[in-house]
T-cell receptor, first 114, second 113 residues
Framework: GENVEQHPSTLSVQEGDSAVIKCTYS??????FPWYKQELGKRPQLIID?????GEKKDQRIAVTLNKTAKHFSLHITETQPEDSAVYFC?????????????FGQGTRLTINP | ETGVTQSPTHLIKTRGQQVTLRCSSQ?????VSWYQQALGQGPQFIFQ???????GRGNFPPRFSGLQFPNYSSELNVNALELDDSALYLC????????????FGPGTRLTVL
């Protein structure tokens, strides 16, 4: 079945530095790739997403890149701040009839050290 | 905030019992997906409802069932609860089954003893 691998599982960076989280997906027909941020005890919040017809997307300090050939996509956070500390999940949407099913990675716990 | 609400916030049940969780989708959205998030893991797709019909299901046994009502709110029912059913249950609201963006509710934390 569809699978999404996410690395690293934990990441610690100094405030102001950049953070990069990487994901690979198994279904080459997947066409939508969102990233969610989940703070402790809260709902996953969509922070950025990219569709398969685009290679890169940026929103202020956050950017996502997609390499369809290699079947991987990455989240880049620049100028990290303490409030960026959270668990980040990547997801891919395989093409299946009917449902908009998201397949999630295992998550990355990002800690920003002041 | 997304406008997606879930109830109850927390729930404690014992093995073998049945539970019903509820979700109100965002205004204008007609599609609801349900996910199970075990501690320390990513959410796993349970099923999706579009206009009161189930239109997709993940690898969950039949004791996981659902409903969607004419106002597009939804219920998740789990029968014969097992210890492994302990998790955060999230619903996600979509404007339409063909759209991409899924907005999550705050979740219901289910503990099975």
């Amino acid at each position: 079945g569809e699978n999404v691998e996410q690395h690293p599982s934990t990441l610690s960076v100094q405030e102001g530095d950049s953070a990069v989280i990487k994901c690979t997906y198994s279904d080459s027909a997947s066409n939508y790739f969102p990233w969610y941020k989940q703070e402790l005890g809260k709902r996953p919040q969509l922070i950025i997403d990219i569709r398969s017809n685009v290679g890169e997307k940026k929103d202020q300090r956050i950017a996502v890149t997609l390499n369809k050939t290699a079947k991987h996509f990455s989240l880049h956070i620049t100028e990290t701040q303490p409030e960026d500390s959270a668990v980040y999940f990547c997801a891919a949407r395989p093409i299946i009839q009917g449902a908009q099913k998201l397949v999630f990675g295992q998550g990355t716990r990002l800690t920003i050290n002041p | 905030e997304t406008g997606v609400t879930q109830s109850p916030t927390h729930l404690i049940k014992t093995r073998g019992q049945q539970v019903t969780l509820r979700c109100s989708s965002q205004s204008g959205h007609n599609t609801v997906s349900w996910y199970q998030q075990a501690l320390g893991q990513g959410p796993q797709f349970i099923f999706q409802y579009y206009r009161e019909e189930e239109n997709g299901r993940g690898n969950f046994p039949p004791r996981f069932s659902g409903l969607q009502f004419p106002n597009y709110s939804s219920e998740l029912n789990v029968n014969a609860l097992e210890l492994d059913d302990s998790a955060l249950y999230l619903c996600a609201s979509l404007r339409d089954f063909s759209t991409d963006t899924q907005y999550f509710g705050p979740g219901t934390r289910l503990t099975v003893l």
